[in-house]
């Protein structure tokens, strides 16, 4: 396992949004919520945390220690909105590095979110792009990482399970140096037992789930300041071995105090990869 002293590292201190806490369930809804609901029944408080630069130790991370790596790999894309580009290379590319970067078998692209920030806007607002997500979550939980991988497998779903797999996020600017609400993870290791909190996540035809995350001052946040489009973050979202001490790695976007007041807002892209051991 690796370790390092994160306090050495150069920092910004910045504000994170975490849930508060709250008895209720937490539900939010991927669409204009009901005339009696809000869009999210949640409410998130700031906390300031101290966010390290990675760079210095980059080559020391794990997605199975911390639960993401930083990685220096090209796109031959030229244009990262090209959707046909994207499902006929980019995603054949993302495969490939994520096979290399895990030892896995089979490699599976499910989905991919592209993300343009507008000031002001709201995130999946009718007619717009979707926004960065200012609101520290995980994609997926103990409940609905299986059920991801049953939607996308079929009927190979039942055989799968019985091994591993991971659910894994490949991101990746647009537009580099990103200075303008860059991603901010957190260090798996430093999460606790009952810092996950289950979110409901209501769409039209169906419902899944994500983590909200209770602030915890133990947690230790890192960032890549000023990313390249050579450069991509890959995490893991799910991992069905419990075993393993980097199952899920909360992130959220994060406003840069540092960052320039002319910066390009950020442009990116995740693809969402199914990663199978058998």
């Not at 993300?115 to 609101?135: E, F, K, S």
């Not at 039942?158 to 609400?181: C, F, K, S, T």
């Not at 991603?183 to 909200?212: F, H, K, Q």
Request: charged share 25%; net charge negative.
């Amino acid at each position: 396992m690796a370790r390092f002293d994160a306090t050495a590292l150069p920092r910004v201190e910045a504000a994170l949004h975490y849930v508060a806490p709250t008895d209720r369930p937490l539900r939010s809804y991927a669409y204009d919520a009901p005339a009696d609901a809000p869009r999210n029944e949640a409410v998130y408080e700031p906390h300031v945390m101290p966010i390290h630069d990675v760079r210095p130790m980059a080559g020391r991370l794990s997605l199975d220690d911390q639960g993401f790596i930083l990685v220096d790999q090209a796109t031959a894309v030229a244009d990262l909105t090209d959707e046909e580009a994207l499902r006929q290379v980019y995603y054949h590319e993302t495969c490939d590095l994520v096979r290399a970067a895990t030892g896995a078998m089979r490699v599976v692209v499910f989905d991919h979110t592209i993300r343009r920030r507008i000031p002001g806007a709201r995130d999946r607002a009718a007619g717009l792009p979707r926004q960065p997500v200012p609101r520290i979550h995980n994609d997926y939980t103990e409940t609905s990482g299986p059920k991801r991988m049953h939607d996308v497998m079929g009927p190979e779903a039942a055989a799968l399970e019985q091994g591993r797999y991971l659910i894994v996020n490949v991101w990746r600017p647009i537009h580099g140096p990103l200075q303008d609400m860059p991603l901010a993870l957190c260090d798996a290791r430093t999460i606790a037992a009952g810092d996950l909190i289950p979110s409901a996540l209501v769409y039209r035809d169906r419902t899944g789930e994500t983590y909200a995350v209770r602030h915890n001052a133990d947690h230790r946040w890192f960032y890549a300041p000023g990313m390249a489009g050579n450069e991509a973050w890959m995490f893991k979202c799910f991992d069905s071995d419990r075993a393993n001490p980097a199952r899920f790695a909360p992130h959220t976007a994060f406003d840069d105090p540092t960052a320039p007041a002319d910066r390009r807002p950020r442009e990116s892209i995740e693809l969402r990869t199914l990663v199978l051991f058998s």
